[in-house]
């Protein structure tokens, strides 16, 4: 882990030093918060398909 995080309070949670939430696991990918307005945002872990990358490809 980076300096400046430590795990939460919860295994599935990213939290910064000061305690302020980073991002967390949840079951549709990892979710993360916004410092400035509290909004969250879910970005899937699985690519959905026919997005036009082949299984097992390499980037």
């Known amino acids: 882990m980076r300096d400046g995080c430590q795990q939460g309070g919860e295994a599935d949670e990213l939290r910064c030093l000061c305690g302020s939430l980073l991002a967390r696991l949840v079951p549709e990918g990892v979710e993360l918060k916004c410092r400035r307005c509290h909004r969250t945002r879910v970005v ?4 959905p398909p026919g997005d036009g990358s082949a299984p097992g490809a390499q980037g």
Do not use: G, V, W, Y
């Open 44 to 47: 899937p872990l699985e690519r």
